[in-house]
């Protein structure tokens, strides 16, 4: 079955940097557009990055400029690069695979805590 693993979540002070991976597996990584989405306490879930199959990428505004998604499909994975956090970043950031076929899978999270 499709599983997406996040990890590389944690604590770090404000102005810190954190690299979030997600490994996929089951699936046909390389055709499918990968995000990274977040969910804050009493918060809807937000996109945050996205990478096309073809390497295009999109940022949400809040993270425009302090982050970085990338993918690496010879080991179905897709990374999130963060740098200077603050404290409203802190969420739990999923991991999604949008198929072409119209099947979202994801995640189960990894927390990410910014303490200032």
């Known amino acids: 079955q499709v599983q997406l693993v996040e990890s590389g979540g944690g604590s770090v002070q404000a102005g810190g940097s954190l690299r979030l991976s997600c490994a996929a597996s089951g699936i046909r990584f390389s055709i499918c557009t990968m995000d990274w989405y977040r969910q804050a306490p009493g918060n809807q879930r937000e996109l945050v990055a996205r990478i096309s199959n073809d390497g295009r990428t999109n940022y949400a505004d809040s993270m425009e400029g302090r982050s970085t998604i990338s993918r690496d499909n010879a080991q179905n994975t897709v990374y999130l690069q963060m740098n200077s956090l603050k404290p409203e970043d802190a969420a739990v950031y999923y991991c999604?695979?949008?198929?072409?076929?119209?099947?979202?899978?994801w995640g189960q999270g990894t927390q990410v805590t910014v303490s200032s």
């Open positions: 999604s695979a949008d198929h072409p076929s119209g099947i979202r899978y």
